[in-house]
C-alpha cells in the first residue's frame, strides 16, 4: 500500500489573528518497506507533516492518497487508514491510561471491532514484540513500570495494531543510552520483519544508522531528500539549517583538511574504523612511521 | 502547537486610565457599580448608569463590538427573561391583545427593567476583565482579601493558585490537544454516539491528562521548595499596588453615580 | 574541607523505611567554582543525590553539607536552598508565573528582598542566560530551551553560589541543549559559580572538571573526563557509553594503533591519527 502526499499545505488556525502555515506543498509518497527519516528543526514542520500520513490531520490544501484514493473524500472511511498506519506520538507514555497493561494495549483491538480471542491474541504479540511478555507484567497497572517499560508498553498498544506503516515521533527521546539503544534496535527488528517506517529524528547517527531514504524540512517545505549518504554530502548546506551531520563526518572532514586521503563517505562508527584502520597501515606500508 | 496561541480570558490590552487603575479600587468599584444597578427602582434610574458606563468604556479604549460581545452568551437568558417577564405579571394598562396573552403597561416596563439591569451589570464586569490582566486581577483579590489572614483566610495560597492556574491552562489544553490525537490513532473516537457513550469515550483523555496534571504539581512543588517558596509569610513582592490621583477620581465617579441612581429614584 | 562547597559524608538515602537505598554510601566534596557532572542510567540515584544535596531529601545516614551548614538542620534549609540552587528536568513544571519577568522574580519575593532591588536582579540574570528580550513573554511561548533559560534566570537572582542541574538538558531538542550547555559554561567560566550537572549524555560531561559515574546507587568512578573515558569497556556494565570519539579510540588501540589514551573530542582524534600516518 502506498500513502502519498501530493501538494499539501497546512495551515492552523486559518483566518484567525494566530493563523500559521506549518507545512506548504508537500509532495512525498511514502514507498513500502523504506526506512524513511524526517529530519529538520523544531518547528520545520515534521510533526505537522506526520499527521498528515495517518489522517490525523486534514490538509488545508492538497490531497493526500492512499492507493491513488483520496482519504478525505467523502464517504472514505478512514479507519482503515488509522489502522494500516500507526502513530507513535512522542512521549508515547503519557497516554496510557488503563487499569492494566494488557487492557490499554488492548485499546486499539477493541477499537477495530475485533473478537476477544482476536484481541488476546494481538495483544500477547504486540507485548512479545516490545519485550514486555514477562509473566505478570500484563497485569500489572501502567502507571507501576519505569519509563523505558511505560514507553514500550505505549508503543505495543500502537503495534496491536497491525500496522503496515509505523511513524514514530522521536521514539528515543528522553531516554537514556542503554534504553535509546533497545528503542532504536526494537525499531530496526520491526523493520526488519516487513514494517514500514519513518521516524523523526534529531539524531544524525541514528539516520546514518537506520534510514535508507532521509526528508530534510526547513521552514514547513522538504529542502532536501534522498538517501542519508546524499544529504551527508552536504555539511554546509544542513548547518545553514541549524542541522548537524554524524559525528564521525566531523572527523573525516577534520583528516582531509589535514591532506589525509580520507574517503568522503564516512557517516557510521564502523566505517569510521575501517576508514581510520586502513588510513594507519596504508601509512605504515609507505613508511610514513 | 495550534492552542499555543490563545489569550486568557477576555483582557484586551491598551494604554488607557482604566486599564491602568490600582486594580483592588476597580474590584470594589465594581461592587459599587452593582449595588448601584441593583438600587435603580425605575427605568430613569438606570440612565446614570448608562452614561457612567458607555464614558468609561470611551475611556478605556476598548471597542464598544467587544465590550457587546460579552452579552452573546446570554441572548437566551436575555430573551427568556423579557418575554416571561412580558406576560406573565400581573398588570393592569392593557397595551396591546394577542388574544392568548395581553401585553400590559406594567409587565412591559418590568420586562424592560429586568433584562436592563442584566446586560448593564453584564457589561460592569466585561469592563473590569476588558481591563485588567488575569494576573493583575489576582494580585488586587489577594491584597484586598489579605487583612482576613488574621481569621486564618488563606488568601495568598488562593491567589498563589489562581496564578500557577492561569499559567498552566495552555499547556494542560495543549496536552489535552495531544493525548486526544494520539488515542485518535488508536481509533478512539470522541464524536459520535449518545451522551453515555461520549462520556465513556472521555476516559482515555481524563485519566492521562489527570496523571500528568498530578506529575506537574508534584514537579511544581519540589521547584518552588526549590527556590525557597515557604508560604506568604515574609514575601515582598516585585509589584507594589500603589493608588494615584485617578483612583481617588474614579472613586468619586462612582460615588456620584450612586448619587444619581437615588436621586432619580426619589424624583419619580 | 575548608576548601569545598558541597560534601557529602557517607550519605545513604531510602525513600521509605524497608525500601531499598536510593543512594549508599556517597562521600563526595566539590571544590568551589568547578564543573563536576555526575553521570548514570536512569535509576542510578543521580537525581535522589541531587536533591539530597540542596536539603530537599535529608539523607538517612551521613550528612550533606553546603557552604558549611548540614542541610540535617532544619534552620538551615532556606539559606542553603538560596546557596545551591536547582534546575529541574522538566523546562514546565518549573515555571510559575505567567510572565517570564515575573516568574524571574519569584525566588527573590520568596526570600524577602526588598522591591527596589528587584528590577535589577532579575535583569542581570536574564541578561547572563541571554533572555531579556523575553522579559514580557509568557512561558507556554518559549521553546524548551528558552524555557529552561528562564529557570535558570530565576535561580540566577537569587546570587547562589552553586547550581545543580538536574537532567536539565534530557527533554530538549539539540538546539535547546547547546543553547543551555554553552550559558551554563559560560556562569562557570565568568562568575566562579559552582556546577553540578546530572546526566545521561556522555558528550555533556566532557566539558567538566570532573566526572563522577553513579551505578545502583553508588559512586563506582571518579576521575577527569579523559580519565573515565578512556576506558569505554569498563563503562558498559553502568549501561553507559562513551562519546564516539572514544569508542573509536579504545578499537583502534585493540588493533595496535598507537593513538594516546584519553581522547575526547573529533579534532584531538583528527590531531593523532595525522601524526601516526
Excluded at chain 1, 531514504?213 to 555539511?235: D, L, N, Q, S, Y
Aim: with cysteine; net charge neutral.
Amino acid at each position: 500500500m502506498l500513502i502519498a502526499l501530493e501538494n499539501v499545505t497546512h495551515t492552523y488556525q486559518p483566518d484567525s489573528p494566530f493563523q500559521a502555515t506549518a507545512i506548504r506543498n508537500v509532495n512525498l509518497e511514502i514507498r513500502p518497506g523504506e526506512f524513511l527519516a524526517l529530519i529538520g528543526h523544531t518547528g520545520s514542520g515534521k510533526s505537522t507533516l506526520a499527521q498528515h500520513i495517518n489522517g490525523l490531520l486534514r490538509p488545508t490544501q492538497g490531497r493526500v492518497l492512499l492507493d491513488g484514493q483520496d482519504i478525505h473524500a467523502k464517504g472514505f472511511d478512514r479507519r482503515e487508514v488509522r489502522r494500516a498506519v500507526g502513530l507513535v506520538f512522542q512521549y508515547p507514555e503519557h497516554q496510557l491510561f488503563e487499569e492494566t497493561v494488557a487492557k490499554d494495549v488492548a485499546f486499539g483491538p477493541k477499537n477495530l471491532g475485533l473478537s476477544d480471542a482476536e484481541i488476546k491474541e494481538r495483544v500477547a504479540e504486540a507485548l512479545e514484540k516490545v519485550g514486555l511478555d514477562e509473566p505478570g507484567m500484563a497485569d500489572k497497572s501502567p502507571f507501576e513500570l519505569s519509563g523505558g517499560q511505560m514507553r514500550r508498553a505505549a508503543v505495543a498498544g500502537v503495534l496491536a495494531m497491525r500496522p503496515e506503516i509505523l511513524v514514530l515521533d522521536e521514539p528515543a527521546a528522553g531516554l537514556d543510552p542503554q534504553s535509546r539503544e533497545d528503542m532504536l534496535q526494537l525499531i530496526a527488528h520491526l523493520y526488519s520483519q516487513g514494517s514500514t517506517v519513518v521516524m523523526i529524528s534529531h539524531s544524525m547517527d541514528d539516520v546514518a544508522r537506520f534510514a535508507t531514504r532521509a526528508v530534510v524540512m526547513e521552514k514547513g517545505t522538504i529542502a532536501m531528500e534522498g538517501a542519508p549518504e546524499e544529504i551527508f554530502r552536504h555539511p554546509e548546506q544542513l548547518e545553514k539549517m541549524g542541522l548537524d551531520v554524524p559525528s564521525v563526518c566531523k572527523l573525516g572532514m577534520l583528516l582531509r583538511q589535514k591532506g589525509l586521503p580520507c574517503p568522503a563517505d564516512i557517516f557510521r562508527e564502523d566505517q569510521a574504523f575501517d576508514a581510520l584502520l586502513s588510513l594507519w597501515k596504508g601509512g605504515k606500508a609507505h613508511g610514513a612511521e | 502547537m495550534a492552542l499555543s496561541n490563545i489569550t486568557l480570558g477576555q483582557y484586551y490590552p491598551a494604554d488607557s486610565a482604566v486599564h491602568k487603575l490600582d486594580p483592588r479600587v476597580k474590584i470594589v468599584l465594581l461592587i459599587a457599580v452593582i449595588v448601584a444597578i441593583f438600587l435603580a427602582h425605575n427605568l430613569l434610574s438606570f440612565v446614570p448608569v448608562i452614561v457612567f458606563l458607555a464614558l468609561s468604556s470611551r475611556l478605556s479604549r476598548v471597542p464598544l463590538k467587544l465590550m457587546l460581545k460579552g452579552l452573546k452568551p446570554l441572548r437566551f437568558i436575555l430573551i427568556l427573561t423579557f418575554i416571561l417577564n412580558l406576560f406573565f405579571l400581573q398588570g393592569e394598562t392593557v397595551l396591546l391583545d394577542l388574544g392568548f396573552a395581553a401585553i400590559k403597561k406594567e409587565s412591559l416596563l418590568t420586562a424592560v427593567h429586568y433584562s436592563l439591569r442584566l446586560v448593564l451589570l453584564v457589561l460592569a464586569s466585561s469592563l473590569l476583565t476588558l481591563t485588567t490582566a488575569p494576573v493583575t486581577l489576582t494580585d488586587g483579590l489577594e491584597r484586598l482579601l489579605s487583612p482576613l489572614r488574621a481569621v486564618h483566610f488563606p488568601a495568598h495560597e488562593l491567589a498563589m493558585m489562581m496564578t500557577i492556574a492561569l499559567r498552566f491552562i495552555p499547556t494542560l489544553l495543549e496536552e489535552a490537544d495531544k493525548i486526544m490525537k494520539a488515542q485518535t490513532a488508536r481509533g478512539a473516537d470522541f464524536e459520535s454516539g449518545n451522551l453515555i457513550a461520549r462520556a465513556k469515550a472521555m476516559v482515555p483523555l481524563l485519566v492521562p491528562l489527570f496523571v500528568s496534571a498530578f506529575r506537574r504539581a508534584g514537579d511544581l512543588a519540589m521547584a518552588m521548595e526549590a527556590r525557597c517558596y515557604h508560604g506568604g509569610e515574609g514575601r515582598t513582592r516585585l509589584r507594589v499596588l500603589k493608588c494615584e490621583r485617578r483612583d481617588y477620581y474614579a472613586c468619586a465617579a462612582v460615588a456620584l453615580l450612586i448619587a444619581c441612581v437615588v436621586l432619580c429614584g426619589k424624583v419619580y | 574541607m575548608a576548601d569545598a562547597i558541597i560534601t557529602l559524608d557517607h550519605v545513604s538515602f531510602a525513600y521509605e523505611e524497608d525500601a531499598p537505598q536510593a543512594v549508599r554510601d556517597v562521600t563526595l566534596s566539590i571544590p568551589w567554582g568547578e564543573f563536576h557532572a555526575i553521570l548514570g542510567r536512569n535509576g542510578s540515584g543521580k537525581s535522589t543525590l541531587a536533591k539530597l544535596i540542596n536539603g530537599l531529601y535529608t539523607p538517612t545516614s551521613g550528612a550533606v553539607c553546603v557552604c558549611g551548614m548540614d542541610t540535617r538542620d532544619e534552620k538551615n534549609t532556606w539559606e542553603i536552598r538560596r546557596r545551591a540552587g536547582m534546575v529541574f528536568q522538566n523546562p514546565d513544571n518549573q515555571l510559575v508565573a505567567t510572565v517570564v519577568r515575573e516568574d524571574v522574580a519569584f525566588g527573590l519575593e520568596n526570600i524577602g528582598v526588598p522591591t527596589e532591588e528587584m528590577p535589577g536582579r532579575i535583569e542581570r540574570a536574564l541578561v547572563d542566560v541571554g533572555m531579556m528580550a523575553y522579559a514580557e513573554r509568557a512561558p507556554h511561548l518559549l521553546s524548551g530551551g528558552q524555557k529552561q533559560r528562564v529557570a535558570i534566570a530565576g535561580v540566577l537572582a537569587m546570587e547562589p553560589e552553586a547550581i545543580i542541574f538536574d537532567e536539565s538538558t534530557a527533554m530538549l531538542d539539540p538546539q535547546g541543549r547547546k543553547e543551555v550547555l554553552s550559558a551554563v559554561k559560560r556562569l562557570n567560566r565568568d562568575k566562579g559559580i559552582t556546577v553540578i550537572w546530572i546526566t545521561h549524555f556522555m558528550e555533556e560531561a566532557v566539558a567538566a572538571d570532573r566526572v563522577h559515574v553513579m551505578h545502583d546507587g553508588q559512586i563506582v568512578m571518579t576521575g577527569t573526563p579523559r580519565e573515565v573515558f578512556a576506558d569505554a569497556d569498563r563503562l558498559r556494565p553502568y549501561r553507559l557509553d562513551a562519546p564516539v570519539t572514544a569508542r573509536l579510540c579504545q578499537r583502534l588501540r585493540k588493533e595496535g594503533m598507537p593513538l594516546r589514551e584519553g581522547i575526547l573530542t573529533a579534532e584531538e582524534m583528527a590531531e593523532e591519527v595525522a601524526k601516526l600516518c
